[in-house]
């Protein structure tokens, strides 16, 4: 799974989804890739407005990356190549392959297996653990 | 005719094999109408981005597809595509389908990026508000019971790979079954993907779902209509049968709120 997939996820329990500490998820044991792609200046403007900044900042540091600028690269900054190409190879180049995502608010962690992140609920828990999770820890 | 993603690396035991409720997916995102729909609603030099997700991916012929003739269904190819499936297989299955269509279909660049395909139940651990276009082919056939959801432990490939021959026969019928099997009026999983739209649609979204006429389309949309603020349209058809239009492709999206 591409960085940017972490933008656009969030825990699969459904109390959590309310909880601002669903979001973004950490990447714990993150074993990375880098695969390559054609660099698409323009396409990394366009999908920047869809960037949650302070979830990237935080998903960056937790991955080893260089610390991000403190706000989003809007005007001049978007005509910065090098920037455009930083945030190329963070969100579209790097893959996570094997690790976990965890969420701030239950604490379960989905794992990732050869690249694909796997969101079921273990069966045991269920709608169980949902209720447990949302009682014990206030979801 | 725009070519049909190669899905010749798939296996067919536990995925469901392209067929013609796939390619009317492909007809109709890919018609002069729909395409003109969706360029008008997602213009290339305004709106950022369009996350594309199909849900229940199966082979991945339809996101591939998506994917790799985005110019010609958005008029643009900067878009995102995401998959979500119950069976890993179908995950990696997809992953290589998107990647492989996109490589064949998109040279030079710009390309459309397949960023994932994610094991889990329809939207369950999407963002809420992050999907513009939502696409679902679903387990359409009435039957009386509806296959329950398999465990993140039963998609452990360590799992079925120590499985005895009738155990993984068993497991791979299981899983073919959740790619058709659809409970009371075929329409337990889709009432529980419809119900999930408001949610996880952005303001400019918009979600395709194909129904077949055992599950009452006219019903369906009619219902739609009734969520308030929201629009329910034939896109697609297919299979004239006694009269009724044996597939049908529907569009829901919310009505402009400016």
């Known amino acids: ?118 969101f079921l609920l273990p069966s045991h828990l269920g709608e169980k653990y949902c209720l447990f999770v949302s009682t014990v820890f206030v979801c | 005719m725009l070519p049909t993603p190669d899905t ?46 199909e849900v229940g991916t199966g082979s991945g012929v339809v996101l591939a597809f998506t994917a790799a003739q985005s110019q010609q269904i958005f ?39 397949h960023i994932s395909s994610l094991t889990a139940d329809l939207c369950a651990p999407l963002r809420p508000g992050s999907v513009d276009v939502l696409l679902f082919n679903p387990p359409y056939v009435p039957t009386e019971d509806l296959p329950r959801l398999p465990s993140a432990a039963e998609n452990d490939p360590a799992v079925s790979e120590a499985m005895s021959r009738s155990a993984k026969f068993d497991n791979d019928s299981y899983f073919l079954s959740l790619t058709y099997a659809g409970g009371a009026d075929g329409m337990e999983t889709t009432d529980r993907l419809l119900d999930s739209i408001p949610g996880v649609l952005s303001a400019r979204g918009v979600a395709y779902v194909l129904l077949c006429k055992q599950n009452r389309p006219d019903d369906v949309m009619e219902r739609i209509r009734g969520w308030g603020g929201w629009h329910a349209e034939t896109a697609g058809s297919s299979g004239m049968q006694a009269g009724w239009e044996k597939l049908v492709i529907v569009r829901i999206w919310r009505e402009d709120s400016s």
């Open chain 2, 75 to 113: 008029g643009r190819r900067d878009i995102l595509t995401l998959g979500t499936d119950v069976n890993r297989n179908a995950c990696i299955a997809t992953r290589k389908t998107a990647t492989t269509a996109i490589q064949a279909e998109q040279q030079p660049s710009p390309q459309s990026i």
């Open chain 2, 8 to 53: 010749s690396h798939v296996s067919f035991d536990t995925i469901y094999e392209p067929s013609e409720d796939s390619y009317l997916f492909l007809d109709t995102l890919s018609s002069a109408s729909e395409s003109k729909w969706l360029s008008e609603r997602l213009p290339k030099n305004q709106e950022a981005s369009p996350l594309v997700v």
């Open chain 1, 1 to 118: 799974m591409k960085v940017i997939t972490a933008n656009f996820v969030t825990c699969a329990v459904k109390e959590c989804k309310t909880s601002p500490a669903s979001f973004p998820l950490h990447f714990q044991d993150a074993e990375l890739e880098q695969q390559e792609l054609d660099f698409q200046p323009e396409f990394i403007r366009n999908i920047l407005p869809r960037i949650d900044w302070e979830a990237l900042r935080t998903i960056s540091n937790e991955l080893g990356f260089p610390s991000l600028p403190d706000s989003k690269p809007e005007g001049d900054a978007l005509e910065n190549e090098q920037t455009l190409r930083d945030l190329h190879r963070l969100l579209l180049e790097t893959q996570v392959t094997e690790g976990k995502l965890t969420c701030g608010n239950c604490g379960h962690s989905y794992i990732v297996k050869e690249g694909i992140a796997n």
